[in-house]
């Protein structure tokens, strides 16, 4: 990966991270998203909180215009991963990561959690976030390669629609048909805050949002990187 533009990307978190060693007991909505996605396999089945959520309320509970990251899957399959300008837009990026969710889920016990895109294409006429082709790396560790997503599927669709009117926070959501649920298990999903940070035209980073005073450095950090 192009050391150069991961520590530039790096460097916002490193004041945050030393405020979190400091005020270690201080408390934290982005924290505690992490935690319930956590715990997600001790939820009870058939959650019905985000539909009463998304009915008659389209807009995102919050009102200022953060980026919107999710990560999804069924409990037994891969990990999907949408980023949205707005709640309730379609993403502007979205991808199946090479990892379960239960891989996922156990990476969440440590404190920090890095998820890195890199690209290795040759040419920088796209935006960074336009590219197809990734290698994914979860805490310093390469995990595989994937194609961002041209068109979603109906399932994905379901979510991003569900959770159009929550702006963070981590559950489960019914399947939309009893063959999935038996296959595949429920779908769990832990949507959160983050702050966008460009780098440069080959680098951009996602940095989830803690409220003021919290103490609480960036829990999650997702980085998309393109190499010459």
Known sequence: MDSSALLSLLRHTGTSMESK??????????GGVLKMFKLIPMLSSG???VNLLSRGHRRPLLKDYATTGTIFGFRKGRVFLAI??????LPMFIIELPMLTSALQKEMASETVRIALESETKTSRKKVLEEYVWGIYCNGRK????IRRKNMSEEEMYVIDALRGVSMGAGVLPCKNHYDQETEGEMTYMRA???????SKDSEALYMINPEGSGQGTELSIYFLRSH
């Open 143 to 146: 995990i595989g390669y994937s």
């Open 193 to 199: 805050r983050f702050d966008r940070v460009i780098g």
């Open 47 to 49: 959650c019905k909180m």
């Open 84 to 89: 949205q300008e707005d709640p309730h837009c």
């Open 21 to 30: 060693h400091s005020k270690k007991s201080a408390g934290s909505i982005g």
